[in-house]
Every structure is written in structure tokens, then in C-alpha cells.
């Protein structure tokens, strides 16, 4: 299924539609600020090792982060953070980056990584904000992003729906996606240190 949801105003009624075929345990396909992602409720155990499944990954071992509407659940997710840390992050979301923080035990075990981080994303695009907010917890987060693919077929929200449409249960188009990931930051260690670059310097 594919589905236009307008960028600047989406409609409540689709993003209730969205998040009813994500209570029932579907993967969809959405925009970010940056890659479009693969994505599905977190709390559904079935619907990541589904999305591990598409990605040809093990769920334990890859790199899931987490879509947040805001930073308000940050300690339901995460170990406490410093005040500086947690002053960064504010600074710089919503925006382009994710930031790697200690995991706590209300992180699903499936989604630890053996190092017990967890990525967290608060992307500057309204549809997934609305979608996360109206679902109450976080969305899984993974881009469509595969070596070798051509341009095109992960940033066109049709091909993106070509491509994946029989492996997913929506496509949302919300036009056209970037092409630079995530910045990602690594928080855990009480240093910041930026393990990939992005399109945006940290403020």
C-alpha cells in the first residue's frame, strides 16, 4: 500500500490509519529528515524480526535506533544523561542525528546491543512526529539505504514502493528523501564523539 501524506500538514486521519496498521504489528516505510526508514512499533517483537529480516541482519546485533517525538521519554529509554549531554541534544533536535546513549531495561532485550545502547532520533519532519506522538512510544527506526542500489529507489517514495512494497505493509510518500543519513554521536562514554558525519555540524 502507498500512501500520500502531505509533508507540512498531515492529516489526522491517515496518520490514525498508520498507527493502527502499527498497533497491529505492520512495518511501514516513512520519512525522515534525512533517508526514508523502515519502521515498525517498537513493542512488537514479531514486526522487528520481520524488519531484521528485510535488512538480512540479526535483530540483536543490528544498529535500530529509535524515532522520539520529543525528549520528554528520554529516561524511559535511557540511563540518566548529564546535564551537558542532555543540553546538546536539545540544542540540535529535532534535526538530523543520532545520538547513542546507555540503554535502560525498558528497551525491548531484542533491540540491546551487546555494548546496551540504544540510538535515539527526533527527525525534523512532521509526518513521523505525528505518527509517533499519536502512537505513544517510539518507532523503530532503520533506512531503506542498501549498498548498490541505485539512487533513485531510495529516495523516490514510488520506486522505494517498487522496491519494497510486497515486503512492507504501507509506503508512505511524503516526497522525496534525502540522500545523506544521520549524523550519528556517541554519548556513552561521556565524551562526544561523532562516529559518522552527517549533512549538519553539531551546535
Do not use: W
Not at 3 to 9: G, K, Y
Not at 40 to 58: F, L, M, S
Not at 108 to 117: E, V
Not at 136 to 158: A, K
Request: overall charge negative; aromatic content about 6%; charged content about 25%.
Amino acid at each position: 500500500m502507498l500512501i500520500r501524506i502531505h509533508p507540512d500538514n498531515p492529516s489526522q486521519r491517515q496518520i490514525r490509519q498508520v498507527v493502527d496498521l502499527l498497533q497491529s504489528g505492520g512495518v511501514i516505510i516513512y520519512p525522515t529528515d534525512t533517508l526514508y526508514g523502515i519502521g515498525c512499533d517498537i513493542t512488537n517483537q514479531k514486526a522487528i524480526e520481520r524488519i531484521a529480516r528485510i535488512k538480512g541482519v540479526n535483530a540483536q546485533k543490528a544498529n535500530f535506533s529509535f524515532i522520539c517525538y520529543d525528549l520528554s521519554h528520554l529516561s524511559d529509554y535511557t540511563l540518566p544523561v548529564s546535564n551537558d549531554i542532555f543540553k546538546l541534544m536539545k540544542r540540535n533536535l529535532p534535526g538530523p542525528f543520532t545520538f547513542i546513549l546507555p540503554a535502560s531495561s525498558m528497551v525491548p532485550k531484542l533491540l540491546k546491543s551487546k555494548r546496551k545502547t540504544v540510538g535515539i532520533r527526533v527527525p525534523d519532519n512532521g509526518i513521523v512526529q505525528n505518527i509517533v506522538n499519536e502512537l505513544g512510544n517510539p518507532v523503530l527506526s532503520t533506512s531503506v539505504f542498501e549498498d548498490g542500489i541505485e539512487v533513485e529507489y531510495i529516495t523516490d517514495p514510488e520506486l522505494i514502493h517498487e522496491r519494497y512494497g510486497d515486503q512492507v505493509d504501507m509506503v508512505i510518500d511524503g516526497g522525496y528523501g534525502n540522500l545523506v543519513a544521520s549524523a550519528i554521536v556517541d554519548c556513552t562514554t561521556g565524551d562526544i564523539e561523532i562516529v559518522r558525519e552527517g549533512e549538519r555540524e553539531l551546535e
